[in-house]
């Protein structure tokens, strides 16, 4: 059973099926228009606008942007879905266990306290700041098993509430009304897994940060960030080597996994760095990490994270259907 | 509002622990974009080197985050929980003779190694060289422009489609013969004395231009002088004669004739009128005649040769018309105007000869124009309709000028502009990527490049693979642009 549920500030208005979907990224500011027919979602039109060097000037540039989208595609409703990944956020599944007589309802609210609470310290923690608002993106049931005990699987994501109205800013002056923000590695997540039930590592290397989630079994188990500038380097050999040292301590830090999947997807717009793929693809992960065989390591296409945004329209369409 | 916040670069700190000289390496902690995890691939860096990290608070927040990482004295893998500040300890000092020289031939040994190694990196990193070869696929762009190249104008004015231009002027002059065609057939009359009989009972006299022909043949003759009162018949059984002399009215032999021949009066009234008669007596005759066929100048041979010298000394004007201007310099053949200043035959038609001869004089006169300058317009004016991304491919212009008109101080044209527009490429930073790349992962970065249809890498020296790489030098690979039709 899927329950699912809509983002957190997401209106409860009827879905349109021409909607917005904006990835704020550290370097490059990215809007699309999609378009939902017949349970698919396809890309209309796109605007790319690189980071200016003030806040001001990065509104303006998104506003004119937003506006050359809504001029082309007049039949779209101002209404954006925006992406949320990096350091400042979190994502995490929860696994809850109890005997079969507890309400999944009850179960799962009692989960997502604890979640918030959980996410809360973390993000307190990884900033040092004790009184960082943390606010809860999304919350879904992915699964219910009920066998001799019932186990709920919860997924939540959460982000830093200054970054959260930083965010919310942009699109306000941008001239969108905002549906809600969703987490950027599960929507890929959950498209990646359409096919078949995903395993992987995915590494999101934005302009300004790398963003590595854990997959197992088609669902989002952990995501880890650190902030990293990816930009043209005097020597990217030595980027690229300390880069991967980062990586590489990153992974150290999922110290619960026992073996990690043995596929590799990079996404964002760093992974088309030079040379970024190959020094992935030959770096010898089993030698200081948990991995039994060499990662297969998949680059996916530029935009193919922040459409992933899509499945925010299929899932919210998919439950007004049921 | 501020500016964006500059982002703490971890990778610089990362390589202020790698490229540290000492064990103990100091950072401070940035207040902002900066996390826990970041603190822990810190030391676990720190531990990978062996180095000691001391870090340092910048604020209450990084001074929390330290805290949090824990509080261990040395260096931690990831997930450890506090850095070390303790002081590096000092390295311990070799204590026997013996140990220390094994210490130093073996680092001499090391020095040798890294500096052999060394310069084989280095050999292998810079001295090869790379030509790569991109195919791109043209996107063919045709506009037509008034152009008007004007010697008044002194700059490229791309809005009135008006270039600036110069007067060029050649005088030629040649000497052609050729051989006369024309044919004519030329002779002498026949000449000679006859006998005009007279048998009226009167004298007569026969005018002179009174035309006779040979009986029963189609030889006319003309009588030279009037031949005067011919003596009356004495009798009747005698006429009256008297001696005249005529010249055939055409050349030929066939006009000679000899005695015995009978002439009959064509007209001056003495036509079939038996009374008068002519003949050739005997000592008489009309000889000389002849004819020959010979070769003269016809009017072809004077249009043949006035066009042929014509066409020679117009190829010679072009190239006296390029060669007074720049090497970019162009010149539009079909607008140049040339007038023949000097002209003389040899031989007028109809002279006999075998050969005509023609001395010619011909001026030229154009307006030619730089072809920068028809490149600048070109590029001002088609530049505009060049879709966003692409780019026009040099080299791949054609510029054909349409009905040019030469005036006084202009020459207009319609230019017909054939370009090609091609994907932009960043040829400076396809260099950079490829830098430093093996041919497997050079091979792929070409291939992901979409401007390009198909590419050509060619690595030297030719080593084996696992040794080849693209120079790390961008200056020693050249990328060269191709278009799918070269």
């Known amino acids: ?43 209309l039109g796109a605007r790319k606008i690189p980071r ?57 609210s009692h989960a997502r306290e604890t979640a918030l609470r959980s996410a809360q310290e973390e993000l307190r923690s990884d900033f040092g700041d004790p009184k960082l608002g943390v606010s809860e993106l999304e919350a879904e049931i992915l699964e219910v098993k009920e066998a001799d005990k019932m186990e709920v699987y919860l997924f939540t994501s959460f982000a830093d509430r200054s970054y959260l109205s930083e965010q919310a800013e942009l699109v306000k002056r941008a001239g969108l009304s905002l549906w809600g923000f969703s987490s950027l590695p599960f929507n890929l997540v959950s498209e990646l897994s359409k096919t078949s039930e995903l395993n992987a ?36 050999t030595a980027f690229l080597d300390l880069w991967l040292d980062a990586v590489s301590a990153t992974l150290l830090d999922f110290s619960e996994v026992k073996v990690f999947p043995a596929k590799m997807f990079l996404t964002g717009g760093g992974s088309s760095f030079p040379g970024l793929l190959e020094v992935v693809s030959s770096y010898p992960w089993s030698r200081d990490h948990p991995f039994e065989v060499a990662p297969d390591v998949v680059a996916l296409e530029e935009d193919r994270l922040p459409l992933s945004l899509g499945q925010v329209a299929l899932r919210v369409k998919g439950e007004g259907d049921e | 509002m501020s500016s ?93 003779g013996i140990f220390r020289r094994f210490v130093l031939i073996a680092s001499l040994l090391l020095v040798i190694l890294l500096f052999l190694g060394g310069g084989a990196y280095w050999a292998i990193s810079y001295l090869p ?132 021949i009978e002439f009959d009066f064509v007209g001056g009234g003495y036509a079939n009128d038996p009374t008068y008669n002519v003949y050739i007596a005997s000592g008489q005759s009309v000889a000389g005649g002849s004819s020959q066929e010979v070769t003269i100048v016809s009017a072809d041979d004077q249009v043949a040769v006035l066009e042929e010298l014509k066409k020679e000394l117009t190829e010679e004007g072009k190239k006296s018309l390029a060669s007074s201007g720049g090497i970019d310099e162009v010149v539009v053949e079909e607008a140049i105007k040339s007038e023949v200043t000097e002209k003389k035959f040899s031989h007028a038609v109809g002279e006999q000869t075998d050969k005509l001869t023609l001395s010619l004089t011909m001026k030229f006169t154009l307006i030619t124009y730089k072809g920068s300058d028809m490149q600048e317009l070109v590029l001002q004016s088609i530049g505009a309709l060049v879709p966003a991304g692409f780019t026009l491919f040099p080299g791949e212009t054609n510029i054909d000028p349409l009905e040019p008109k030469l005036s006084s101080n202009k020459l207009s044209f319609q230019a017909k502009v054939s370009a090609r527009v091609v994907p932009e490429v960043d040829v400076e930073k396809i260099k950079a990527d490829l830098a430093g790349r093996n041919p497997g992962s050079a091979q792929e970065y070409l291939s992901s490049l979409t401007e390009a249809t198909a590419y050509e890498l060619q690595l030297w020296p030719n080593l084996p693979e696992k040794l080849q790489r693209v120079p ?10 191709v278009t799918g039709e070269q």
């Open chain 1, 52 to 108: 200016a060097d003030r806040p001001e000037d990065d509104m303006g540039n998104l506003k004119e942007a937003v506006g050359e989208l809504k001029s082309d595609f007049p039949d779209a409703a101002p209404v954006s879905v925006v992406g949320a990944s990096g350091p400042r956020t979190l994502a995490f599944t929860t696994v809850v266990r109890s005997s079969t007589s507890r309400d999944v309802e009850e179960l799962t």
């Open chain 2, 472 to 481: 790390r030098n961008t200056g020693r690979i050249t990328i060269t642009l």
């Open chain 2, 4 to 96: 964006n916040p500059v982002l703490m670069d971890l990778f610089k700190l990362l390589e202020k622990i790698l490229a540290g000289e000492k064990e103990t390496v100091e950072i401070e902690v940035p207040e902002e974009n900066f996390n826990l995890l970041m603190l822990r691939i810190l030391q676990a860096k720190a531990k990978k080197e062996r180095k000691r990290l001391i870090l340092l608070p910048t604020g209450a927040r990084s001074k929390r985050m330290i805290a949090a990482l824990g509080g261990e004295k040395e260096p931690k893998a990831a997930g450890s929980k506090k850095s070390d500040q303790r002081p590096a300890p000092k390295p311990k000092k070799a204590r026997t």
């Open chain 2, 129 to 260: 060289r790379a030509e790569v070869i991109l195919t791109l696929n043209p996107i063919p762009l045709v506009k037509e422009l008034s152009v008007a190249v004007n010697i008044s104008a002194e700059k490229v004015d791309a809005e009135k489609g008006i270039i600036p231009g110069d007067l060029r002027t050649a005088e030629e002059s040649g000497e052609k013969s050729v051989q006369a065609t024309g044919t004519a057939i030329v002779g002498e009359k026949a000449k000679g004395t006859v006998t005009f009989v007279n048998c009226l009972d009167s004298p007569k006299t026969f005018t002179a231009g009174t035309v006779i022909k040979v009986e029963g043949k189609d030889l006319t003759y003309t009588i030279d002088a009037d031949v005067s009162d011919v003596p009356a018949r004495p009798d009747p059984e005698t006429c009256g004669s008297e001696v005249g002399s005529i010249t055939s009215v055409k050349i030929g032999s066939q006009y000679d004739q000899s005695v015995g």
């Open chain 1, 201 to 236: 590592l995915i590494f999101d290397i934005g302009g300004a940060k790398t963003e590595i989630s854990v997959v197992f079994g088609g669902q989002l188990m952990e995501t880890k960030s650190f902030f990293w500038n990816f930009s043209e380097n005097g020597n990217p």
């Open chain 1, 1 to 43: 059973m899927i329950k699912l549920k809509l983002p957190s500030l997401g209106k409860r208005e009827e879905f349109p099926d021409q909607f917005f979907v904006l990835d704020l990224g550290g370097k490059v500011l990215k809007a699309f228009v999609l378009n939902y027919a017949e349970g698919m979602v396809a890309r």
